[in-house]
């Protein structure tokens, strides 16, 4: 048996009570933190609180070399962690097909989203977000502005007057020189904001800082005005609000600070 157990937002509590019964119960752990991270935790953290060993992969390691963990799962009951909800990356998917090929059993335990909890904090409506994007650091993609890709997400979301979950770029073990393992970098809201509006648009945008922790931040403003202030500790997002229902105006003006010019309440 192969269970992926998604790790919540940001410490070794944030599991669900059948995630840890799952990880408690599992022969063999593995986990990769490529693709997200919880910011209040480490692996140290999660074996302590679950007393077990904590065999950590790559990425590369997971999407090339998935035998060891196929292995455990075909042999008794192993259990793959990420943070968030596990099978939102294409990578989690990709091995769970492989484990199916292999006729081991697989099932999911789900655990909280970036994007989910982007709505429940900002009090966007869930049913109105579109398309979400990822914005790159300027280095990881050989520029030094905004990528075509990410404008035309957020516009074509913003036509049909949906909003837009924009992720910001993780950089861990490889860096603007290239692999790099003592790297982790983490785009802040600030940057992202001060990339978009000078790239794009100075338009509405609302900061998620630390979703899930217990000093979680909410901030809306125009990007300009984002950009020059300091949100801590990552990790961060930003949501580019499309049309707004006037209950989700309310919320941004009275949840997230906006000033009253910027929504129609």
């Known amino acids: 048996m192969l269970t992926f157990i998604g790790l ?6 944030s599991v669900t009570v059948e995630g840890r019964e799952a ?5 063999r752990v593995f986990a990769e933190f490529y693709t997200s991270k919880l910011v209040g935790a480490d692996v140290a953290d999660l074996q302590a609180y ?5 065999e950590v992969r790559p990425r ?3 999407e090339q070399d998935p035998e060891a963990i196929l292995d455990a799962a075909a042999d008794g009951d192993a259990a793959f962690l990420t943070a968030g909800d596990t099978m939102i990356s294409t990578t ?4 769970r097909l492989r484990a199916a090929e292999r006729g081991i059993d697989t099932r999911v335990i789900h655990g909280v989203t970036a994007q989910s909890a982007a709505s429940s904090l900002t009090g966007l409506q869930n049913y109105r977000f579109g ?8 280095y990881a993609h050989g520029g030094d502005d905004v990528p075509q890709s990410v404008i035309e997400t957020i516009e074509a979301n913003r036509e ?3 909003h837009t979950v924009v992720y910001l770029d993780i950089k861990v073990g490889t860096g603007p020189t290239g692999p790099d393992p003592d790297h982790e970098e983490y785009m802040t809201a600030d940057v992202a904001a001060e990339l978009l509006a000078e790239g794009w648009e100075d338009v509405l945008a609302v900061v998620v800082a630390r979703a899930g922790s217990p000093d979680a931040v909410v901030t809306a403003d125009r990007l300009s005005a984002l950009a020059d202030r300091d949100f801590g500790d990552p990790l961060h997002l930003l949501v580019i609000p499309g ?3 006037h209950v989700e105006a309310d919320a941004l003006a009275g949840l997230a600070g906006a000033p009253d010019d910027l929504v129609e309440r």
């Open 50 to 54: 679950h007393d077990v060993d904590i």
């Open 8 to 13: 919540g937002l940001y410490d070794e509590r």
């Open 23 to 27: 990880i408690r119960a599992a022969d």
């Open 60 to 62: 590369e390691g997971v």
């Open 131 to 138: 398309k979400a994007t990822t914005l790159p650091f300027p």
């Open 243 to 245: 049309d707004l229902h």
């Open 160 to 162: 049909r007057g949906l």
């Open 92 to 95: 989690h998917t990709d091995l």
